[in-house]
């Protein structure tokens, strides 16, 4: 793991719960952990790590991800023991 996706790990898991992580740094930190990333329909996207997938719409028109995807996306990567 770089250290961009290092300092999107800790952005994930910082409190209070940032807005401006871009999501394509949240698709980089998946795939460095080893994981997947695949396209949907429209702005779905399907990330897969260690066989459990969590499900993410890309935000759009904006770039950053919203708080409650960066939430939903702590608490996956908890459940899968990948903390900083």
């Known amino acids: 793991m770089k250290g961009k996706q290092k300092k999107t790990l800790n952005?994930?898991?910082?409190k209070?719960?940032?807005a401006s992580i871009k999501?394509?740094?949240i698709e980089s930190l998946i795939i460095?952990?080893?994981g997947e990333v695949r396209e949907g329909e429209g702005s779905r996207v399907v990330f897969e790590l260690?066989?459990?997938r969590k499900y993410a719409h890309r935000p759009h028109p904006g770039?950053?991800?919203k708080k409650y995807q960066i939430e939903e996306?702590?608490?996956?990567?908890k459940e899968l023991g990948e903390e900083p």
Request: glycine share 8%; charged share 20%.
């Open 16 to 18: 209070p719960t940032q």
């Open 63 to 65: 770039k950053e991800s």
């Open 32 to 34: 460095a952990l080893g």
């Open 23 to 25: 999501f394509k740094d």
């Open 73 to 77: 996306i702590r608490y996956w990567l």
């Open 11 to 14: 952005a994930i898991f910082a």
């Open 50 to 52: 260690s066989g459990l």
